[in-house]
């Protein structure tokens, strides 16, 4: 017997069959009531006896709004009122939509079920669809990339005569067509990665989890088994189709379709007067979602300050908005449209008074700059609503990406329990370009490769193929950037912000609109401001740099010639060459079956035209032949070991055989002229001991381990300048790379005005400010700065720079925080903090500020009465100040024992003293961790949230670190919101 049920929309004759509800319904309906509908169809269907009734409805009216309802529910709306043999010969004139989706292994059917009929509505063209029931076993399906949730390629199917001809049918027929992104979650899909656009976090663009559809749950009957619960990677309903073969996904490409019926095309100044008079008119009240699309740029490399040129832009005001026949997607095109079009759109951009929201803002509205137009009237940087939401979007969740947000279910659920009866009930992700556009490299044999490459973009935009697929991918960027904008938003708003010392209280997103919305305007207008720089300095120490870069590789390699003659071609740079002449011979400490052979045979670049024995021409590279000093019986020992258990020729390694030894440049400084160090000869008095020599004696205890290594004396000196010159190459190698080079780029430089503009982000785990291309946030320190890069930086003519900085600003913050009465009184009474706390942690240091022969600080003309006590203690207080900021970012017992190169017991007994003197802090952090285990994050003085979602880990190593950022994050991020 059929059961019957009474619908949510007070239909009757609802009838459920053993695979599949066949729905029928006329009238109005509300979002609400579809969203009860939906949720309907995911029971778990009853006997196999059941039969399929039509659904109908009393209320005899048709709405419009209802029937596109309908049809993007994909229920059935006949005509007008039937009886069930009516709708039964209704049936037997069907198109069915082609289902795209395709299984990594053939499906295993069972037709012995043959009441199973599924009627839906596929499309405006087509009112009924007829599905056959499929059972499915325990495989894995994917879903096709290329899927577009809102317009699916349509397929004929031979129409049935009748209902009960397709029943028959079902008997003799094997299931012949494909499931619909159907997998499942026994045997989960294996994880593919794709490369996303560039992200305006500006992280460097990483392969990330592939982002799957939106995930529904249905219930697919299994093959000898109950009924269980699968995802449905789709933005429908489930559809199962038959197929006899594997769907082959090259054919299913071959016809993948764009439908834009919701997209106006704006390639005509009238047309563009048109829409912007009902933009700032008819919906000026709405929130606009914006967004660009621009050529002639790499985002990874360049910034868009004065690089790139756009091409379109797409504008999207919401479901219920109308610029004509049902249109509510503007695309306009900017590459043929001619700059007419953008200029009728100027006071539309430039109007403070229409809210516009946008992902990654700032590249937008440097982008439009560049065309002349200044945008106005910011409302949301969904890019950082996403960070304020979760700030611990990583590794599975594959961080803050419009493609990879927009696919989160989690995250767009704020969107679906607002929707509009004009809007869509299904959502599904955007897609990156890569996945849509991009093409496979041939290899040699023809086949296409793995790597795939985009073509430009103004070529997607003006190819007769692509076009459709292009204006749809542009235009879908605004459509997920508003819906995900309205889920974050009603998040947020519903995200108490409760901040004990602050009067005004609210939800988080109040929180954004008072301080990370206009902050991320300072911040976008920084960055088109830029930096000036004195390129002709860095141009200068450029040759300096490597002029002494020379001379380090000439003295390490003459070094190594003397015991290996072909070292004198290494490649210093190479850490497998340089681990094979210090360290052959040793083995793999995890596994000891494993050795470094005592020689091995390397390429190089033949740069002296060397021709091989037997050969007339000259080769690129030449072979030469590294042997470990292991060969001469010298062992150097090994300080600490990869990952993968060999030997570490890291600069902390190196740096701890050589000890405190370096390179004395100063006979190069007093050359004036550049062009002539090359032709200074090199000589011993170039590398000096950095140790205190005296008329009698030298103090050996500034060379490193290498000296006994190699037997003490001349030789074991020797040693230890040689691999100082080494650390000498890698120090002015990374100054080079990050600094001197970078910042004379031209793609981090705008043409227009020689200014460095770096892209600075509040998109940060932690909440602080970053920099990058280049981080002008990590310049050298003073001490540090060898080649005076500082010294670039400059001002515009009769402008000067006002350089200032905290004083211990994360200790004043931790003392405050918690209240801790001597970090109080020492920072009252001013002076050099970290002096102060070495004298209360050593006695012997106390006794001597006491007794008046060392001053703690001397802030007076002239020269002080006594030594201060930095001068005289200064390993006490650089172990005082390493500890101060130990702590207040959470180091532990053992971090501190690896920084101090003590034994752990005597760390920790200078941790206790510290906090014998402050148990405020300790009390302090201690409520912090207790916070984070309990909630899983921690907030910080103006009550942001950090996520901790480690922080119970089984691992001890990175519940460790997150019991750390729970101490450092209220510290650290509390000056940075």
Known sequence: MASTTASPLGCSGLSWNSSIVLLSMRGSASAHERVQLTSSLRYTWPSQNARCQAVTCADPVLGEAWERAAYKLGILVPPKPMSAAAFSRELSVTETDSVKAYSSSSAAVDTRDSSNSFTRVGSRQSKSEVFKPVVVTARQFQSDPLKSAEHEPERQVEPSSSSKQIVENDKSKRLADQVEGVKVKKTPAKRRSTVKKASADGSPVESKPKPRGRKKSAYVQLEGQDSEEVNVSSDRLVLALNSEEPFKTDQLEKRQTFSNEFVMVIDSVDKAKMVVKQLMREYKDAVHACDTEVAEIDVKKESPVGHGRMTCFSIYCGPSANFGNGK???????????????????????????????????????????????????????????????????????????????????????????LTEEDDITLVGKKSMKELFGKANLKKDGSPGKIKTIPPVDELQRDGELRDAWIHYSTFDTVCTWRLFVSLQHKLSNTPWNVVDLKEKGSMYDFYEKYWRPFGEVLVQMEADGMLVDCDHLATVEKVARAQQEISVSRFRKWAAKYCPDAAMMNVGSDAQIRQFLFGGTANRKNAEQVLPMERVFSVPNTDGFIEEGKKVAKQTRPIVIRGLANFNIRIPVETYTSSGWPAVGGAAIKALAGKVAIDYAAL?????????????????????????????????????????????????????????????????????????????????????????????????????????????????????????????????????????????????????????????????????????????????????????????????????????????????????MLNFSIAYGKTAMGLAKDWKVKVDEAKATVDLWYSDRPEVLAWQKERKQEAHTSLRVHTLLGRARHLPDINSSNALLRSHMERAAINTPVQVAFGC
């Open 328 to 418: 509510n997607r503007l695309w306009v095109d900017v590459l043929d449209g001619g700059d007419g079009i953008l200029e009728v759109f100027r006071r539309y951009f430039e109007d403070p008074s229409i809210k516009k929201v946008w992902h990654n803002y700032s590249f937008d509205k440097h982008i439009l700059s560049r065309h002349g137009i200044h945008p106005q009237g910011f409302y949301a940087d969904t890019m950082h609503l996403a960070r304020l939401h979760d700030s611990a979007r990583r590794g599975a969740k594959g961080g803050y990406s419009l493609e990879v947000l927009s696919a989160d279910e989690k995250v767009m659920d704020g969107y679906l329990g607002h």
């Open 669 to 881: 400084e007093e050359d004036s002229e550049v062009e002539d160090m090359d032709d200074i000869e090199e000589s011993e008095s170039l590398l000096t001991s950095a140790g205190v020599e005296t008329e009698h004696e030298e103090d050996l205890s500034v060379y490193g381990k290498a000296y006994q290594a190699f037997g003490g004396g001349l030789e074991g000196k020797e040693a230890c300048m040689a691999l100082a010159a080494l650390c000498e190459v890698a120090s002015i190698n990374t100054l080079l790379s990050n600094f001197i080079e970078p910042l004379q780029g031209n793609d981090i430089k705008s043409a227009s005005d020689g200014r460095v503009h770096c892209s600075l982000n509040i998109n940060t785990e932690t909440g602080r400010l970053s920099a990058r291309r280049p981080s002008l946030q990590n310049q050298p320190a003073l001490e540090k700065d060898r080649y005076k890069i500082r010294q670039a930086f400059v001002a515009a003519p009769g402008k000067s720079l006002v350089v200032a900085d905290y004083g211990q600003l994360e200790l004043r913050l931790l003392a405050h925080l918690a209240d801790c009465k001597s970090m109080k009184a020492a920072f009252k009474a001013g002076g050099d903090f970290h002096s102060r706390t070495a004298m209360n942690m050593y006695p012997h240091v106390r006794e001597a500020v006491e007794k008046e022969r060392v001053l703690l600080e001397w802030e007076s003309h002239g020269k002080p009465p006594a030594p201060l006590l930095k001068d005289i203690f200064g390993s006490e207080r650089r172990k005082a100040k």
